[in-house]
């Protein structure tokens, strides 16, 4: 019997402590009601930022290029979480995070 496991990404921003008119876009993967949030080093005017969509507002051109790469970052997440699936191991939102982030034993480098 196979069991069912919850999994989803969420982007969400913090207050910016250097400048207080930006925000910080952070990411939030949940497997199984477990968080892990990690910084996607990108901030935005809070003015452009739309809570309910947890996208950009506007169609100026660093909008259009922060949505993008805000798609980007979701497919490698489900990617990540895909590969974890074929692969039998373990699933959990660190895993994913690490595999991501290329800190797992899997990550390939030049070693």
Known sequence: MKTKSTFTVIFFTRKSRSNPSQI???????????????????????????????RGRGNS?????LNSYLDGVYNKLLQCHKELIEED???????????YLGEDDNSKTLK
């Open 24 to 54: 910080s876009i952070y990411a939030r993967i949940t497997v199984n009601g477990k968080r892990s949030e990690m910084s996607l080093k990108r901030s935005i005017d809070h003015n452009q930022w739309d809570n309910v969509k947890n």
């Open 61 to 65: 051109e660093t909008t259009k290029i």
């Open 89 to 99: 191991k373990v699933l959990s939102s660190d895993a994913i995070k690490s595999r």
